[in-house]
């Protein structure tokens, strides 16, 4: 029930795709996995963060966290 952690994605500004993240948080070896998995796939962060997750669940916050990204991008 620990709600506190950090998630981080990186990407390229220009291409947009995935080029690594972290995950500090309850849980993180099952996150992280995703992000991985986006990496191989050849995901843009836009496509991960589009996707459907489970709710609730805590891979939602690898999408939230995508999200913010995309967000960002558009400021």
Do not use: F, Q, W
């Not at 506190?4 to 995935?18: F, P």
């Not at 986006?38 to 939602?60: F, W």
């Amino acid at each position: 029930g620990d709600r506190v952690g950090l998630i981080k994605i990186i990407a390229d500004k220009k291409t947009r795709k995935i080029l690594g993240g972290h995950v500090c948080s309850e849980r993180a070896g099952e996150l992280v996995h995703e992000i991985a998995l986006a990496m191989y796939g050849n995901l843009k962060i836009d496509d991960l963060s589009e996707m459907i997750h489970a709710y609730p669940t805590y891979s939602e916050a690898v999408a939230a966290a995508a999200g913010m990204a995309v967000i960002s991008e558009e400021d």
